[in-house]
């Protein structure tokens, strides 16, 4: 092999490695915005809304307001057989659906 077919072989070489660096990196930073964001009743919503369903089927949800995640929670209440969240808890709940949960889903678009 010439000393030039090497070089190019490294380029080659190099380009691949740099182009799967950055494909991994995406995908992380991809999984990463799957995550719910930090705010106040992000451990309730957690604890109370991850037992039947992953956190993508909420993120996809988000952006709805107080009222609207009120009739979600009781729906999921009277028809999927979720445990009763209220009082304290769910005043939490709500508030982070409509407020944290919110304001992701603004900054993605
Ligand atoms: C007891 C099980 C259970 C629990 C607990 C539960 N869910 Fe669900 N949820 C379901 C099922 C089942 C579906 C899917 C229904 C379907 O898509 O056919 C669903 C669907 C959803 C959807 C998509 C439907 C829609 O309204 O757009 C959202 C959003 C959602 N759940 C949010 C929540 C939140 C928020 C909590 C916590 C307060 C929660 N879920 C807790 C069972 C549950």
Redesign the pocket.
């Known amino acids: 092999m010439s000393n030039r077919r090497l070089w190019m072989s490294a380029v080659t070489l190099s380009l691949g490695t740099l182009a799967l660096l950055l494909w991994m990196f995406s995908w992380t930073a991809r999984e990463a915005g799957k995550l719910l964001p930090a705010g106040e009743g992000r451990d309730e ?1 957690i604890a ?6 992953g956190v993508d ?2 993120l ?2 988000a952006g709805r307001d107080e009222e609207a ?1 009120g009739k ?2 009781d ?2 209440q009277k028809m ?4 009763p ?1 209220l009082g304290e808890e769910r005043r939490l ?1 709500i508030g982070y ?1 409509a407020t944290s949960l919110h304001e992701t889903a603004a900054k993605r678009e």
Do not use: E, F, P
């Open positions: 919503v109370a809304c991850t037992s039947c369903h089927r909420i996809r949800a995640w979600t929670l729906w999921m999927q057989g979720m445990r969240v709940i659906l």
